[in-house]
Structures are given as C-alpha cells and as structure tokens.
C-alpha cells in the first residue's frame, strides 16, 4: 500500500476515533441525565406518595368527624321531639293567662279562712267576707 492510502485510512480511522469519542461523550452525558431523571422522578414519587398518605388520613378524619355530626344531629333531633312546641307554647300561656293562677288560693290559705284567720300575702279576708266570693 502506499503512503497515500495509508494517510487516507489513518485519516478515516482518526475521524472515526473522533467521532467515537463524541458518541461515546454523548452517551456519557444521556446516561447521567438519566440518572438525574430517575432521582428526580423517584423523589417526587416519593413525595407524591406521601401526599397521598396524607390526603387518605384527612378524608378519613373528615369522614369520623362527618359521622360524629351525624350521631349528634340525630341525638339532637331524638331529644327535640320531647320539647314542646312552640305552638303549644303558645297555647299553655293562654291557658295560664286565662286561669290566672297567682290568684289562686293555697290549701294553707283556705285552712286559714275556715278558721276565721288572716290570710298572708296580700289578702285579708275574714270569714264572714268569704261568701261574698263564693
């Protein structure tokens, strides 16, 4: 062979060289790129995950808690049923105005009449005025 065949194959050679040291620099480059893909992808999996356990944990807080309203709201709508209404309320008042009790005697004041006594509180009647009442 002679030397320009040689110049052009050791020329070839060192282009391939070349070029195989870029390819080579270049998967270098795309290997550690990757690698800094896949942490990046695992941490924030990671944290992804984490987030998730969170989340579960507050539904099922916010899930005990909605329960919780539920048992109270029931046990507050049980017990409602045994008040009264206002309409009867309302009704039991005009009964009490209408029979208006504080002018009622008590036993101990119609003892005392039947016994020719005063009566205490703001009435003093005497025996002989009570069948003025009657």
């Known amino acids: 062979m002679d030397q320009n065949t040689l110049g052009q194959i050791s020329a070839l050679l060192g282009e391939f060289s070349a070029r195989i040291n870029d390819l080579e620099e270049r998967m270098?480059?795309?290997?550690?790129?990757?690698?800094?893909?896949?942490?990046?992808?695992?941490?924030?999996g990671d944290r992804i995950n984490k987030e998730i356990t969170m989340l579960k944990d507050d539904f099922s807080k916010i899930d005990n808690q909605i329960e919780h309203m539920k048992d109270v709201s029931e046990s507050i709508q049980n017990?409602?049923?045994?008040?009264?209404s206002k309409e009867e309320l309302k009704l039991v008042k005009r009964y009490m105005e209408s029979w208006d009790p504080m002018n009622f005697a008590t036993i101990s004041d119609v003892k005392a009449l039947l016994r020719g006594k005063k009566i205490s509180k703001d009435k003093i009647i005497e025996v002989e005025e009570w069948g003025k009442y009657q």
């Open 28 to 44: 270098r480059l795309l290997r550690e790129r990757v690698m800094v893909l896949d942490k990046t992808i695992i941490k924030q």
């Open 79 to 84: 017990k409602s049923e045994d008040f009264a």
